[in-house]
């Protein structure tokens, strides 16, 4: 596609529940990241995928946090058993390997956990 | 480590004025520094990116940057404000292109009629 596309915009779950958040990088992109945009911890970085796989993994805030992207192209954001301190905007971006290119971010997914 | 400072997360400009949003970074090696807009209920936009060449960046609608090594600074200015910059901006910073990003807390932009 033309841009990063993120699915869906808005997300309201209970407490508990398990969530999948989707992100459809650009086309050739071989960079993935996801971000956590949050009122009290402002724009956090999540998880970084190269290709298939995540050489870092160091913002992933807890185990009920994990992550894949498959055939070098979409990517699963998952929650498992949601708190509402999860409440935030997931924004995922993307980026070629070339030096000097920056990241392109998708509009983001809202997540109200209640 | 890496880390970014924004100061003032609020500034409230009148329309034609200058506007100054001001970034601090801390980096172990060379940056490169980027700045983001973000418009309400919107993913961020990149407005302008400094990567070890000119110090004097220039950006999308009339933005422009300026690296200053000996500061450790890369403020955002524009000469004259637009009702349509009221938005917030985000300063980034990174160590390598393809490297996440770390970000400042953002400031929020109101322009004035």
């Known amino acids: 596609g033309a841009g990063v596309s993120q699915s869906p915009s808005n997300k309201v779950t209970e407490k508990g529940k398990d969530v999948e958040l989707r992100c459809d990088p650009i086309?050739?992109?071989?960079?993935l990241y996801w971000y956590r945009q949050s009122l009290g911890q402002g724009l956090e970085f999540l998880i970084y995928?190269?290709?298939?796989?995540?050489?870092?993994k160091s913002g992933l805030p807890s185990d009920r946090f994990s992550a894949e992207r498959t055939g070098g192209s979409v990517s699963t954001l998952t929650i498992q058993r949601t708190q509402q301190e999860d409440s935030a905007v997931y924004l995922c971006?993307?980026?070629?390997?070339?030096?000097?290119?920056?990241?392109?971010f998708g509009q983001g997914t809202r997540l109200t956990v209640v | 480590a890496q880390s970014v400072t924004q100061l003032g997360s609020h500034v409230s400009v009148s329309e034609g004025a200058l506007v100054l949003l001001r970034c601090n970074y801390s980096?172990?090696?060379?940056?490169?520094l980027f700045w983001y807009v973000q418009y309400p209920n919107q993913g961020l936009q990149l407005l302008l990116k400094y990567t070890s060449a000119a110090t004097l960046v220039k950006g999308i609608n009339g933005f422009e940057a300026e690296f200053k090594k000996s500061e450790t600074s890369f403020h955002l200015t524009k000469p004259s404000a637009h009702m349509s910059d009221a938005a917030e901006y985000f300063c980034a910073v990174t160590k390598a292109a393809g490297n996440k990003l770390t970000f400042g807390g953002g400031t929020r932009v109101l322009v004035k009629p």
């Open positions: 980096s172990s090696v060379p940056p490169y």
């Open positions: 086309s050739g992109h071989t960079a």
């Open positions: 971006a993307s980026s070629s390997s070339n030096m000097n290119t920056e990241a392109f």
């Open positions: 995928f190269q290709g298939n796989s995540a050489p870092d």
